[in-house]
């Protein structure tokens, strides 16, 4: 694999457009817009104050930027570069700001949640939608583009209403069987609502445009396969529960144990290694210019199980305790599934769903910071806030130095729709890291 050069950003706002052509990236005020495939700015923009949030239309031909503490989205056009957009919601402030499947409407979130407020790029007309509730993730939209689900509070109960983006006319309006609504998810395939309440009530709901299904688990995380025959459901007792999607029952759940005895489960350990350092090396100029001088070196070591996984135990007087599986995410084939126990921060698990079993154990040295599958093979990514990138394939895991001067830290990565690079995100730069998929598929 080979590694670009260093660029700034700010915030972490970084994203390659929908067709995959562009890089768009912003610093501080600045909208800088790349080829993805050059790295050469094709456009530079500059927003009315520091962006607070960037994103690309559906087709690929307008940007937008959101200044929260303003209240102002800003959006732009790589078409027409003279032409843009100004949108100001005044006193009433702004809170989110995103496109709707068409890229020619945005939906704005005002402060307090007051009203989601629908705004027209081609006719300028603006719709308002009351009520909508604050939560994990309060609006949906299926991926055909059709429906958008919305959670709403009112006279203190939840509620969902389901709008039709063409002309945003109410289809259904329902009372949810929730204390406190924490979000809702669309299945890929847009049969299915999945609706789950917060950590207090140990409920998640499933709707179909005319039948209501229910279940009862301890809901901290939820998520769908991309080929909608599964529903994972993470909970605070370190158990995902896997539902199937003709009856809606569960079908296993994967536990996540402080010792591993599953001998049919891979277990890497990455160990570190600091190169030796002899007193000739030890010279002003090569301490100060040499950054790789005392560059630690890692590998992953197969252990043989039993393994003893580092155990972090929760603080139970403390508001929002490190414990159940926060993060889950299905591979693009929908045969793995990767997940990661908060109280086993340093520990990513990877599961087969087709034969139901635990095909991987990943023990990295600190606390994984983000993990991600490529959009086009069986491949994991992952880092840990340091100089290195980690990959996971059924063939075996690798620890990759990223070559960069000054220690890039890898906060965290984004794949390319292609699955041909990744961008790596650090503190105030970025770079990107372009896979040798050629060999790989020979």
Not at 81 to 100: A, F, M, N, T, Y
Not at 165 to 181: A, G, K, S
Not at 245 to 270: G, L, M
Not at 404 to 432: A, P, R
Request: charged letters at 20%; one cysteine or more.
């Amino acid at each position: 694999m080979n590694f670009s050069e260093v660029f700034k950003q700010s915030n972490q706002l970084c994203k390659v457009s929908p067709d995959g052509k562009y890089l768009a990236t912003c610093v501080q005020y600045r909208l800088v817009v790349r080829d993805a495939g050059t790295l050469q700015i094709l456009q530079l923009y500059t927003c009315l104050d520091q962006i607070s949030h960037m994103d690309w239309s559906s087709d690929s031909l307008f940007i937008l930027c959101a200044m929260y503490k303003r209240g102002l989205v800003q959006v732009w056009s790589l078409e027409q570069p003279d032409w843009h957009c100004k949108i100001d919601e005044g006193s009433i402030g702004l809170v989110s700001s995103r496109w709707s499947p068409d890229g020619r409407h945005i939906l704005n979130t005002t402060e307090f949640h007051l009203r989601v407020t629908v705004w027209s790029l081609c006719t300028k007309a603006v719709s308002y939608i009351k009520y909508p509730k604050a939560c994990q993730k309060g609006i949906d939209f299926s991926r055909d583009g059709c429906y958008m689900a919305l959670a709403e509070r009112r006279d203190c109960k939840d509620f969902v209403s389901v709008f039709v983006c063409d002309d945003w006319h109410l289809l259904r309006h329902f009372e949810t069987e929730t204390q406190d609504l924490a979000g809702l998810e669309w299945s890929p395939n847009g049969c299915v609502l999945a609706v789950w309440d917060s950590c207090l009530e140990y409920k998640v709901l499933l709707y179909s445009l005319d039948v209501p299904m229910s279940g009862l688990w301890g809901i901290k995380s939820v998520t769908w396969s991309p080929s909608s025959q599964f529903l994972a459901i993470g909970s605070y007792d370190e158990k995902v529960r896997i539902l199937n999607h003709i009856t809606w029952k569960k079908i296993t759940q994967f536990e996540h144990p402080a010792t591993i005895n599953n001998t049919k489960a891979v277990v890497y350990k990455e160990v570190v290694k600091r190169p030796a350092v002899c007193s000739d090396d030890l010279s002003l100029h090569n301490i100060t210019i040499g950054n790789t001088l005392f560059n630690t070196q890692s590998k992953y070591e197969i252990c043989p199980t039993p393994v003893q996984l580092p155990v972090v135990r929760p603080d139970p007087d403390r508001a929002n305790p490190k414990i159940g599986v926060s993060t889950l995410a299905f591979s693009s084939d929908s045969r793995y599934l990767a997940t990661k126990n908060d109280n086993m921060a340093s520990v990513v698990w990877v599961w087969d769903v087709q034969k139901m079993s635990l095909v991987a154990v990943l023990e990295q040295t600190a606390a994984v910071r983000c993990f991600q599958w490529d959009p086009r093979r069986p491949r994991l990514a992952l880092c840990t806030g340091n100089t290195k990138l980690y990959l996971w394939s059924p063939a075996g895991c690798v620890s990759v130095q990223v070559p960069t001067e000054g220690g890039f830290q890898v906060q965290s990565l984004n794949w390319h729709c292609s699955g041909d690079s990744l961008i790596l995100l650090g503190k105030e730069q970025l770079c990107l890291c372009y896979m040798d998929n050629d060999q790989e598929d020979k």
